[in-house]
């Protein structure tokens, strides 16, 4: 292959064939004119970017244009090589990536005449960074492919220009679909044609589906608001309009916007753009700032108070009070400083409050008293509030009837606290939940806290939960009724009673009470020691008339034994008949022990009554004591022929008064020796329990029936009933055996049998 001449490409061989020196005129015109056709070929292709190529399959040569050599930065100088060598340099240009596409597409054409048209980024041999288009064509011979021939186009700027497109287009969506607003875009028919996600949030419509729609779809009152006029005329008129109308959404209900619409031309066709806000919340907010205002203005029509705009010069700005609350005349103030009408020291302070109101920004209130011309002193509160950085507002509000109120409420409850605290009753005041709201520094004593501390607390905190439980059931009670309830309860050994007052106010029940509780326990203490004395009373007089019963019978039959057989014994010494002497004598003997022994136990019980009976326990040999007592009567005893047995082996110590202990046994044993009958026995036994010693003394007597033995031990039913051998008893020994033993603090008893003998029994505590 020859060298190409200077300023020749390569590509230019395939025409110069021939002899020079043979041309004739007609083939140099030729020639000529397929020069300027060629190098027109390469100004144009220069300009567009576009280079040429061609492989020749059976030579394997390709052919490159000189826009083909530029776009790789080749130099086809020095780059001359036509085989595959060109075709390998020319993949190393594409990215490593891409470099099996193309050859494969390369291929195919080549193999199975499979055109391709493909786009790919393309590193130069500069190091320039492009975008190429690459394109190849088969060209058959004899039906095979003999050569392929192609394009390499440089696209850069058209990419860039799709990128930018690409990239404007995401930049109008994204701010399309971001947009708050609803965005519509119409043409000058009304139709949609184009709109953003918020359209389709807010309408309920896919988008789909509101490209298919005109704006009058949507408001209702559009064709009303249009009447006659056509779409066309009413849209042409648009330069830029804000409205409010009302949308129709896809479920049916309607919901207030604002469209702002305004003519947009895009080339030669106009279009509207309409931007929709939905106003339901601004219209709520409107109308219930329409509805505060109403309400701001009727509170303020009704306030009773002078209210008045002050500006920080202390200028009058603007008032609102009736006209009898006003002593000056609205001409008099307004416009004119407070120091102009008011008095100097009324004007300083107020200034004061202004100056501090507008710079901390914060409520002043203030009271005052000021003369009004024709009245006396009256008193005013003042609310200062800031209006503005400049202004302030103030009410005035007249007091003077508030504070006469207050002082008499004053005095009144001063008064009702001096009566609360000056009695030693509990006094307090609970509403419906037994909480305390007051109570006097009595009851809070009685609670062991303070007035302070007990206001506030529940009754279940200073009260046993089931005395707290009645007393707030009474509370609803008084309060649901409205009558007043009397009680009583008992805490820790103390009685209350209490009254519990349903408190009304203008004859109408309130939701308090007044609870009014005394400490009752002395009194109660007092009725129940009036009872026992009333009980001991009579139980007392009941004595008497059994004491005054036996002083009259028993000492009565004894003294007149003694008298008449004393009589008897007179006349037989008289007459000297001494045969009956000894017998009259024993009988006046009988009698005179009898009324001894009355007399020691009427002196002993009687005593014991009164109390001038002296109680000395002390430990005692309780066995010696019984054995002692026991030898005292066996001589009487063996008068009967009865034996007396004591059957006390072991010895037992008690605590006990020696005295009454020995009264109480000789009591016992003189009565089962007299109901024994002659030939009988009395035994004597003891024994110990872990808290007791018991002593038993049984006879073999008479016995006693049980209708008596209920009379035993009993003043007002004493028994007594003649022994075996007619003796008489006083009927004092049991009553006086159980006196001295409840001493003790041990116990007395009985058992029998009619005919069958008695047994008698009493306990003495171990200590």
Same mark, same amino acid.
């Given at each position: 292959m020859s060298e190409p001449k200077k300023g020749q490409h390569p590509s230019k061989e395939v025409i110069e064939t021939g002899d020079p020196g043979n041309k004739s *005129?007609?083939?140099? @015109?030729?020639?000529?004119?397929?020069?300027?056709?060629?190098? %027109?070929?390469?100004?144009?292709?220069?300009?567009?970017k576009i280079g040429g190529w061609e492989w020749d399959i059976d030579t394997e040569t390709m052919i490159w244009t000189p826009e083909t050599y530029r776009i790789h930065d080749f130099n086809p100088v020095t780059f001359q090589v036509r085989n595959q060598d060109l075709i390998d340099a020319s993949i190393q240009c594409y990215l490593p990536s891409d470099r099996e596409t193309i050859l494969t597409a390369f291929k195919k054409c080549c193999e199975q005449g499979i055109p391709y048209d493909l786009e790919f980024p393309f590193i130069t041999a500069t190091g320039r960074h492009i975008w190429i288009r690459t394109i190849g064509r088969p060209i058959f011979k004899n039906g095979s492919v003999a050569r392929v021939s192609g394009n390499i186009i440089d696209i850069t700027e058209q990419k860039r220009k799709d990128e930018a497109l690409q990239l404007s287009e995401m930049k109008y969506r994204a701010i399309m679909d971001q947009a708050v607003e609803m965005i519509f875009l119409h043409d000058m028919k009304g139709n949609i044609i184009e709109v953003n996600q918020a359209a389709v949030n807010r309408t309920g419509y896919s988008a789909e589906e509101l490209l298919k729609m005109s704006f009058r779809d949507l408001e209702p009152g559009a064709r009303e608001r249009m009447k006659d006029r056509s779409v066309e005329d009413e849209l042409g008129k648009i330069k830029h309009e804000t409205l409010e109308v009302v949308h129709r959404h896809k479920d049916g209900t309607l919901y207030p916007v604002e469209v702002s619409a305004g003519k947009i031309e895009l080339g030669d066709t106009a279009y509207i753009l309409a931007l929709i806000r939905d106003i339901s919340a601004r219209k709520k907010v409107e109308q219930a700032l329409r509805e505060s205002e109403q309400h701001a203005r009727a509170l303020i029509a009704a306030i009773p108070d002078m209210i008045f705009q002050v500006n920080a010069d202390g200028v009058f700005l603007s008032y609102k009070a009736a006209k009898d609350d006003l002593?000056?005349?609205?001409?008099? @103030?307004?416009?004119?400083?407070i120091s102009e009408v008011m008095p100097a020291w009324f004007a300083e302070l107020t200034m004061q409050k202004i100056r501090e109101t507008l710079k901390g920004q914060f409520i002043q209130i203030y009271e005052y008293e000021l003369p009004i011309p024709g009245k006396e002193i009256e008193q005013f509160e003042c609310r200062m509030v800031p209006y503005s950085e400049s202004e302030i507002v103030a009410i005035i509000r007249n007091i003077t009837d508030k504070k006469i109120i207050l #002082?008499?409420? @004053?005095?009144?409850?001063?008064? *009702?606290?001096?009566?609360?605290?000056?009695?030693?009753?509990?006094?307090?005041?609970?509403?419906?939940?037994?909480?305390?709201?007051?109570?006097?520094? *009595?009851?809070?004593?009685?609670?062991?806290?303070?007035?302070?501390?007990?206001?506030?607390?529940? %009754? @279940?905190?200073?009260?046993?939960?089931?005395?707290?439980?009645?007393? %707030?059931?009474?509370? #609803?009670q008084s309060l649901d009724t409205g009558k007043i309830i009397h009680g009583e309860d008992v805490r820790n050994g103390m009685y209350n009673e209490y009254v519990i007052y349903p408190i009304h106010y203008q004859n109408e029940t309130t939701d308090k009470v007044g609870v009014f509780s005394r400490d009752v326990t002395r009194q109660r203490q007092t009725l129940e020691a009036l009872r026992c004395s009333e009980t001991r009373y009579r139980e007392l007089n009941r004595m008497k008339d059994k004491f005054l019963s036996i002083i009259a019978h028993d000492l009565k039959n004894p003294f007149n034994a003694i008298i008449g057989f004393s009589d008897v014994l007179k006349e037989r010494i008289e007459e000297k008949d001494y045969q009956e002497v000894g017998k009259y004598a024993g009988i006046i003997h009988e009698s005179s022990n009898r009324i001894l022994d009355l007399l020691t136990n009427l002196l002993d019980w009687s005593r014991s009554q009164t109390g001038k009976m002296d109680f000395n326990p002390e430990y005692l040999d309780l066995t010696r004591l019984i054995g002692d007592v026991a030898s005292l009567l066996e001589d009487s005893a063996h008068q009967k022929s009865i034996t007396v047995v004591n059957n006390i082996t072991r010895k037992y110590i008690v605590s006990a008064d020696g005295p009454m202990i020995s009264t109480v046994v000789r009591n016992l044993i003189s009565n089962a020796v007299k109901f024994t009958k002659p030939g009988g026995a009395v035994t004597i036994t003891a024994e110990q329990t872990?808290?007791?010693?018991?002593?038993?003394? #049984?006879?073999?007597?008479?016995?006693?029936?049980? *209708?008596? %033995?209920?009379?035993?031990? #009993?003043?007002?039913?004493?028994?007594?009933?003649?022994?075996?051998?007619?003796?008489?008893?006083?009927g004092l020994g049991l009553i006086l055996c159980k006196e001295f033993i409840d001493k003790h603090g041990g116990k007395i008893w009985a058992k029998s049998e009619a005919g069958s003998g008695s047994a008698f029994s009493f306990s003495l505590p171990v200590q």
């Open positions: *005129a007609e083939h140099k @015109f030729c020639e000529e004119a397929l020069e300027r056709m060629y190098d %027109l070929l390469q100004t144009t292709q220069q300009l567009a002593y000056l005349t609205p001409e008099m @103030f307004i416009g004119r400083s #002082r008499k409420l @004053f005095e009144s409850e001063t008064n *009702a606290r001096a009566i609360m605290e000056s009695t030693d009753d509990f006094i307090i005041l609970l509403n419906r939940e037994g909480t305390v709201l007051d109570t006097n520094e *009595a009851h809070a004593r009685r609670m062991q806290m303070t007035r302070e501390e007990m206001v506030g607390k529940n %009754l @279940f905190d200073f009260l046993p939960a089931a005395i707290a439980e009645k007393r %707030l059931t009474l509370i #609803r872990p808290a007791d010693v018991i002593v038993t003394i #049984r006879d073999t007597g008479v016995g006693i029936d049980q *209708a008596s %033995l209920g009379k035993l031990f #009993r003043i007002d039913e004493s028994y007594s009933t003649y022994g075996t051998a007619k003796e008489k008893g006083t």
